[in-house]
């Protein structure tokens, strides 16, 4: 509504024009303002409408050539040279909005699409599964995107609660096509593989063919059984965030694996780091859009400040007062960010609907390759090394 009632108010800003220029001109005996009026329709091909720009075009014309016949000019080549600048300018204006148009509708059609494959990559994570209530939040850097290069994946077990968090090197389509690629490896992985460290590995092969050199992804995986007990390994991202009642413990990764996709000469294999979890104790999983944010001096935003209340706030708030806390701290969140917050509810607890529901509905299912690496063309061009970080 707010484009139809700009549209408008543009068209009669442009007719407008060309009524003070015709104004000026008829005022003004010493000189000749005739040749301004040609302003006016490549004005109204900015905004408006091919219809609208082609009135003003119109208008423009008959308004310009009654003055140009009025002024009684004695040199026939300026009024021609005049004539021909309003008649070209009459008649382009409408082409370029035409043009405009067109493109303008190609951007949305692109956009719909985009969001489309966007939110099939990162599927809505369900208020409750397994052993645990959930909550998620995600902010792309981007602001034509809905989602860019972090990732989160949840799938339950039969043992529990698997999931997974994670940021792909860069930002951008390439980004988010390698995180389809790596959600898609964790979701096949966690139905066939026992251990984290397995799994890791299988993301990992499935994400090389598609990485250039420099290319990387940092991921956490976990899994929280039925009573309470906490794994956890990390290639190359940070731990979580554990909140027991008013208390915060950050987990410290002791050992840490290099991210997926480091040359396999390079690799560091991750340990598996373990904790037991109590009813209502909590996991914040991030990623460093939360840590790297910086305040109007330029300085490294608190994570304890932005954490805030974490465990005791009311659990559907939680994820909310964190991303006011972030903005009101930080002078401009340039980074990708995404938050997964899982609340343990102990043993006894019903389990929820299964995570995973694009490999449960066989209606999703067909949608998805049976071999991951058809999600991506073979990415085989190679770049400089000139970029590095996440």
Known sequence: MRRVSGSAAWFVVSLLTVGVVAAADLLDGTSSLVGAVAVAPLMASILCSPLRTGIVSAVTLVVGLALLVTQGDPEPLTIA??????????????????????????????????????????????????????????????????????????????????????????????????????????????????????????????????????????????????????????????????????????????????????????????????????????????????????????????????IGDIGTVGFEDALGGVLSRLHAAAREVRDDLALLLVEYTGPGSKPGVKPDSAAEDPAVSEAWPDNVSQLLPHRAETTSLSRTGT
């Open 81 to 306: 040279v005049r004539a021909g600048v309003m008649l070209v300018a009459g008649l382009l204006a409408p082409v370029l909005a035409v043009a405009r148009t067109r493109r303008e509708r190609r951007i949305r059609d692109l956009t719909a699409v985009a969001e489309a494959a966007q939110h099939a990559v990162l599927t809505p994570i369900p208020p409750v599964a397994g052993p645990a209530r959930l909550a998620s939040a995600y902010q792309s850097a981007s602001r034509e995107a809905l989602i860019g290069g972090d990732l989160y994946g949840v799938v339950e077990t039969p043992r529990g609660l698997r999931l997974m968090i994670g940021d792909v090197r860069g930002k951008g389509i390439d980004a988010v096509q390698i995180a389809a690629v790596t959600l898609a490896a964790f979701r096949d992985g966690t139905h066939i593989l026992s251990t984290l460290t397995e799994l890791a590995e299988h993301c990992d092969a499935q994400l090389r063919p598609h990485l250039v050199d420099e290319d990387f992804v940092t991921v956490l995986f976990a899994d929280i059984s039925h009573d309470g007990q906490v794994e956890v390994i990390s290639c190359g991202h940070p731990g979580p965030v554990h909140a027991r009642a008013g208390e915060r413990l950050p987990l410290e990764i002791r050992a840490p694996g290099t991210p997926l996709g480091i040359p396999l000469d390079m690799r560091t294999p991750p340990r598996p780091q373990r904790l037991e979890l109590e009813p209502g104790d909590r996991l914040l999983f991030y990623t460093d859009g939360l840590v790297e944010a910086r305040n109007s001096r330029g300085l490294f935003v608190r994570a304890d400040q932005v």
